[in-house]
């Protein structure tokens, strides 16, 4: 018999303040399933083959985040009167899909796990990121706790993710859970929040400005 897990949340903003995952500012939390030799077990499919989208729109990327299991293919439309270059140098997804214009849509597939900052190069405003995991037992908190639906018996690491974390936050957060029969209580995640990172071009370099009229 499947479970329900049950994880409860609390996120420590960067002036130490407490605060609850919200639509705006949410927390994603997953399941890796593990083997009886403690290592992922790679039998359990995420459900490859889904596609997806983040379009780019009044100079935004919609949906601001989106996580997606391995396997996945993500589209880019431009649906802005003008051009668009969007890339990730993170280790989740590096790409470039260069310079295009309105109505064209470049597509990445996503085939590891891992979390890919978006950016475009032409728009130092616009920003994104997409988590790829690689189980089919996931969910996106914006409330104090999450709860995954019907988890299989076994052992699993639990591991979450939010937008500014600390990396030394999110480790001290992932543990071994096991799942029962019954519903699971997987007990507290403390996440602590750093001050936002500025970022640079894909060149590693400031953002040009552009003149007022250009196709840009």
Not at 42 to 65: A, C, E, N
Not at 162 to 178: G, M, N, P, Q, V
């Amino acid at each position: 018999m499947n479970a329900d897990v049950t994880i409860h949340l609390t996120v420590r903003a960067a002036d130490g303040k407490s605060r609850i995952p919200s639509a705006n500012a949410p927390v994603v939390v997953w399941l890796s399933p593990l083997g009886a030799d403690g290592e992922t077990d790679l039998t359990v499919k995420p459900g490859t083959g889904r596609s997806f989208q983040m379009v780019q729109k009044d100079k935004m990327f919609q949906p601001h985040l989106l996580v997606v299991p391995t396997g996945s293919l993500v589209g880019f439309p431009n649906r802005d009167p003008f051009f668009h270059n969007v890339f990730s140098l993170f280790n989740g997804r590096r790409f470039d899909l260069g310079l295009y214009e309105t109505g064209a849509t470049h597509s990445v597939p996503f085939n590891r796990e891992g979390v890919s900052y978006i950016f475009c190069n032409i728009h130092p405003e616009m920003g994104a990121v997409i988590l790829s995991v690689a189980t089919p037992y996931f969910a996106v908190a914006a409330q104090a706790s999450a709860q995954l639906h019907h988890v299989p018996p076994g052992t699993y690491l639990l591991k979450v993710w939010a937008e500014d974390a600390a990396e030394a936050s999110l480790e001290k957060a992932s543990r071994r859970i096991k799942v029962g029969q019954g519903n699971t209580d997987a007990g507290a995640v403390d996440i602590a929040l750093q001050p936002p990172q500025q970022h640079t071009d894909k060149f590693g370099k400031p953002y040009a400005r552009h003149p007022e009229g250009s196709p840009y």
